[in-house]
């Protein structure tokens, strides 16, 4: 049963991160709905332990890449070395070939080794000496980033913000959290301790059942409604794109699917909304200040 | 206030310097407050609420100064401007910027009060939009929209508003005659054919490119050369002017006349030019309907009231015709000469009557003497002293047609035959655009009548017998090349033909403004409407078509916003009146809000009907959004039956 299968690794994901049951729903909706997620934060907040959390629960497997300004295209995809006994070059796999990557402060990379991330995002496959290899199934990129007004940072270019399905905020705990989180076990330890709650196949079975969450021609209205205010308000330099609103859509339905919803509504898609677009719009400078998103969706009525 | 100021702006050429100085010194002091924080005139008395009163008190008695008193268009509009500008300054809250802007669009209405020709209307136009412009930006506390943004938005606005102006304008029933009289558009005092003639002043009017009058031939137009428009007649000479018979008899009586030859029916936009007579193509076969006119004894066509608004006149002329072939007392006035003038002049007619006594013999003499001696055309002849005519046949030789005119008409009348001198104008030229036969000040001309008996008054004109030109092509071919063009321009050829087209255009242009939204008045109306099919157009049928339109017009809208109405569905109509129950019940739902969280919202003040209200949500949220497992009746049931019942 989906539900049942949700609502535990719900609670096992609780259990290590407290108090962060927004941002953990909408990690979880992120990669049920086979998106890579962008978790943009300060350091220390929690961001490697709820994509190792997600990874283990999920019983997927787990590789973690530290971005470093030095880092190459080859530390991520891999090398091909020829093999004397077989007179071939054969692949050797760099971390890249794993389900679940944490893609650390992926903005300190230089803009050349995050375009290697690219293919790989989109296509779920690398090509290495025109050789094209299949990367494992299901395939995830959990890529962290610091807020970009730090020293050393390559802000990521638009066409690979676009890339991400969302972006999450973690921020500080409250305080019975932190106190929960200062009196209890040791988090890395908790970690460890985590078993699988779903295998990879009862994984594909919830992928499907997102895809499968009914929508209804009036939740399509309100969608393009959404698309059409983006591109039309001029409060935005450039409105969404269609991909973004397939995201938007993928991302409902898989919000949907946690709230045991039997079909999309408005409310999931508002959910979800702020997560899915706001690292797509770039603003117009005179309207940065204000909550955005809050104004976009009072100024769609719902059809 | 850039609407004000330029709104304004045209007045400051027809009010006292002294207004415009107050008006942009008023300006100057907002636009100074505005942006190095000036201090403004306060409430409370202060200095410089006492400077403002002062200038409003000055403002007064500079007003008084002026006009007099405050009455009567002038003072009324400089009064106008001098309060909106102390306003300005004055301006201190919305309702102050309300007043402002609304003044602003009555100056925009005052401006034609002086002048409605088509730049005036474009500028009014303008200054409308930016008007609207801030009414708009008044309105919008958000300041949502950019300055470009106001001014597309009062522009779409304007433009929607078309549709009624037309309307309005052409089933508003016209008065006839402008309120008060305007726009003059200061035409008094402009120069035309006068009522006299003095040798020398028809010549300034040839120098004169404005337009006399416009004409449209309904068929055929007349060769040039029989374009003679009739105008006032001269009879009696002092010896150097020329003037007109101004006895009862001649400007009452009906000429004794007939006509025949080819017959030419056309229509005259007479410029105003603030004189009673009208100009027909010689000779016209009866005096036209409007204005109200008659013929004088000597076939000039007079109006009741002076020409000072522009006028149509239809008309309709023959190439032939026969004037007064009979006797009467009135002819001996075309032989009056003044006494022991003109005595070499007398003396040369003498010779000639004492060999022919024939008329029309004395006339040839008279014509081949201008032909045969060293007589020329020019624009620019000597200025003659003393005995003008003498001095003119015998001596200079030089000049145009009125020293022709009044010489012929002088040896004439000492030769025994009756003469007179016809002012008017002669030729005009056809905008190609349009096809009005455009005729201007530089083409006035005078020529001669001449008694015959039995055949009556017949015309000649001496001026052909020395510039068969002028007669046939027209006046421009006597001017000098280049005449007319400005300055720069009149080197090259192809700036030259240039500037005739553009200057042909702008006629044609202003010529369809002054014949179709300026010329609107009754009897235009009346026409079009009758064309439009109301067979009787009073103010009662206009009125009840004026309705129609309207009625027409918010049909056409309401058709318009019906077929755009947003749709809805039946559901959504369903859990809409839901909506409005919960609303009527204080429950107001945003119309960002889904179901779910507005069923939450509802539970939160009405938490003992949750199983209600979950279950009408849920029967919706199946309907609207799922998969419509449900059907329709229990949900319309289920909101039928639902009530905001207050908790016990």
């Given amino acids: 049963m989906p539900h049942n299968d949700i609502e535990h690794i719900l609670n096992a994901i609780n259990a290590v991160i407290v108090g962060k049951n927004k941002p953990v729903k909408l990690a979880l909706s992120c990669l049920l709905a086979g998106g890579h997620l962008l978790i943009e934060d300060l350091p220390g907040v929690g961001k490697t332990t709820l994509a190792h959390t997600l990874a283990k629960t999920l019983g997927l497997s787990f590789q973690r890449i530290q971005f470093t300004s030095d880092m190459l295209p080859a530390d991520i995809l891999g090398v091909a070395i020829f093999n004397r006994d077989t007179q071939e070059f054969s692949l050797h796999k760099g971390p890249i070939f794993t389900q679940l990557i944490l893609a650390d402060e992926v903005n300190r990379a230089t803009p050349r080794t995050q375009s290697a991330l690219l293919e790989a995002m989109e296509e779920h496959q690398i090509t290495i000496e025109n050789q094209t290899y299949d990367l494992p199934e299901p395939f995830f990129i959990i890529a962290t980033q610091n807020p970009s007004n730090q020293i050393g940072t390559f802000p990521l270019p638009e066409s690979q913000l676009d890339r991400f399905l969302m972006r999450i905020e973690l921020g500080y705990p409250n305080a019975q959290a932190e106190r929960d989180l200062l009196l209890g076990q040791d988090r890395r330890q908790l970690v460890h301790d985590l078993t699988a709650v779903i295998n990879s196949d009862q994984l594909n079975v919830l992928q499907d059942a997102v895809s499968k969450v009914h929508v209804s021609s009036a939740l399509i209205d309100y969608i393009q409604k959404i698309l059409a205010y983006t591109r039309d308000s001029g409060q935005f330099v450039y409105g969404l794109s269609p991909r973004a609103g397939i995201a938007l859509l993928r991302a409902a339905q898989a919000w949907a699917l946690i709230a045991q919803h039997q079909q999309v509504l408005p409310e999931d898609v508002q959910a979800v909304l702020p997560n899915v677009i706001a690292h797509r719009l770039p603003l117009r400078a005179q309207n940065a200040t204000s909550d955005f998103i809050t104004d976009l969706i009072n100024a769609i009525a719902i059809p | ?648």
């Fill in chain 2, 1 to 648: 206030m850039a609407g004000l100021s330029l709104g304004a702006l045209p007045h400051f050429i027809y009010q006292p310097i002294w207004v415009a100085i107050i008006f942009i010194a008023m300006i100057f002091w907002r636009i100074m407050a505005i942006r190095h924080f000036w201090p403004l005139p306060t409430k409370q008395i202060s200095s410089f609420k006492l400077i403002h009163l002062a200038i409003a008190g000055i403002a007064f008695v500079l007003l008084f100064i002026s006009y007099g008193n405050l009455i009567g268009r002038d003072a009324g509009v400089a009064l106008l401007t001098v309060m909106l500008s102390l306003k300005v300054v004055e301006i201190r809250n919305h309702r102050d910027y309300y007043i402002s802007c609304f003044l602003g669009y009555f100056l925009v209405v005052t401006n034609f009060f002086y002048s409605q020709n088509i730049p005036t209307a474009l500028l009014m136009f303008i200054v409308v939009i930016i008007m609207t412009a801030s009414l708009i930006s008044l309105n919008d506390s958000k300041k949502s929209l950019s300055n470009k943004g106001l001014i597309k938005l009062a522009s779409s606005m304007l433009l929607q508003a078309i549709p009624l102006m037309l309307l309005l304008f052409v089933l508003f029933p016209r008065i006839a005659g402008p309120l008060w009289g305007l726009p003059q558009d200061a035409h008094s005092g402009k120069s035309g054919i006068d009522d006299s003639m003095t040798l020398g002043k028809i010549s300034q009017l040839i120098l004169s490119d404005e337009i006399a009058f416009r004409v449209r031939f309904k068929d055929q137009i007349p060769a040039q050369s029989q374009l003679y428009w009739r105008g006032p007649v001269l009879w009696q000479t002092d010896g150097i002017t020329w003037t007109e018979l101004n006895k009862r008899h001649v400007m009452s009586h009906r000429p004794d006349f007939t006509t025949s030859g080819n017959e030419y029916a056309y229509t005259i936009t007479l410029e105003p030019h603030n004189k009673r007579w009208l100009f027909a193509l010689d000779f016209p076969s009866e005096p036209p309907l409007t204005p109200a006119s008659h013929y004088t004894y000597d076939g000039q066509l007079r109006s009741i009231k002076p020409i000072n608004q522009r006028q149509q006149i239809r008309l309709r002329s023959y190439s032939q015709f026969s004037l007064n072939p009979k006797q009467d007392d009135v002819i001996n006035n075309a032989l009056q000469l003044p006494d022991k003038l003109h005595p070499r002049t007398r003396q040369l007619a003498q010779t000639w009557q004492q060999q022919s006594s024939q008329p029309t013999e004395l006339i040839n003499k008279a014509l081949a003497y201008f032909n045969q001696n060293d007589f020329y055309y020019t624009l620019t002849p000597p200025v003659l002293t003393g005995d003008t005519i003498d001095r003119f046949l015998f001596e200079s030789r030089r000049g145009f047609c009125e020293h022709y005119a009044a010489s012929f008409t002088v040896l004439m009348r000492a030769a025994g035959v009756p003469a007179r001198i016809v002012t008017g104008y002669l030729g005009g030229e056809i905008n190609p655009v349009d096809g009005f036969l455009v005729v201007r000040q530089r083409d006035a001309h005078a020529w001669v009548e001449v008694w015959l008996e039995d055949q009556g008054w017949i015309r000649i004109d001496p001026t052909s017998a020395v510039s068969p030109q002028r007669i046939d092509q027209g006046i421009s071919t006597i001017m000098p090349e280049g005449f007319n063009t400005p300055l720069l321009m009149a080197s090259s050829r192809q700036l030259i033909d240039l500037w005739h087209t553009i200057r042909t255009n702008w006629d044609a242009l202003d010529n369809a403004w002054n014949q179709w939204i300026l010329a609107y008045g009754p009897e235009l109306q009346k026409e079009v409407l009758q064309k439009l099919g109301m067979t009787k157009p009073d103010w009662q049928t206009m009125a009840l078509w004026l309705a129609m339109g309207f009625v027409l017009v918010s049909l056409l809208i309401s058709f318009y916003l019906f077929y755009h109405r947003p749709r809805y569905d039946p559901v959504s109509q369903l859990y809409s009146t839901f909506c409005k129950k919960a609303a009527r019940a204080g429950c107001v739902r945003p119309k960002q809000q889904g179901p779910l969280d507005f069923a939450r919202a509802l539970k939160q003040g009405y938490p003992h009907l949750s199983q209600q209200i979950d279950h009408i949500t849920e029967l919706y949220i199946n309907l609207h959004f799922g998969k419509q497992t449900v059907s329709m009746s229990d949900l319309r049931f289920a909101i039928k039956q639902f009530k905001f019942t207050p908790s016990n």
